[in-house]
């Protein structure tokens, strides 16, 4: 069975940093995207950055210069560097990765079970 598991939110103050992290487990075949979404309270989940198998990167643009994602492909895992955190960056935060699990003949959708952070004022 496929899981996503973040680690490394927790409560900030603002202008500080925080680096979220994801691993994928389970018996899988390929991996392509992967990215990090978030959702606050009362707001839809949106998209903060994704990464593709290669390296290729594409942010929010609330993000943009602050964040850094980066991902290991051999420990199948993707990172969230979060700098110059502000207060409206405080959500719960998701991992997602379309994977191509083991016996199977397609990619599919998969979230981990997300992690607060928390950026006080």
């Known amino acids: 069975q496929v899981q996503l598991v973040e680690s490394g939110g927790g409560l900030v103050q603002t202008g500080g940093s925080l680096r979220l992290s994801c691993a994928a487990s389970?018996?899988?075949?390929?991996?392509?995207?992967m990215g990090w979404y978030r959702q606050a309270p009362g707001k839809q989940r949106e998209l903060v950055a994704i990464?593709?198998?290669?390296?290729?990167?594409n942010y929010a643009d609330s993000v943009k210069g602050r964040f850094t994602i980066s991902r290991d492909n051999a420990k199948s895992t993707v990172h969230l560097q979060m700098n110059s955190l502000k207060p409206e960056d405080t959500a719960v935060y998701y991992c997602?990765?379309?994977?191509?699990?083991?016996?199977?003949?397609?990619?599919?959708?998969?979230w981990g079970q997300g992690t607060q952070v928390t950026v006080s004022s």
């Open positions: 997602n990765g379309f994977i191509l699990p083991s016996r199977d003949t397609g990619y599919r959708s998969y």
């Open positions: 389970g018996s899988i075949t390929s991996i392509s995207i």
């Open positions: 990464i593709s198998s290669g390296g290729s990167t």
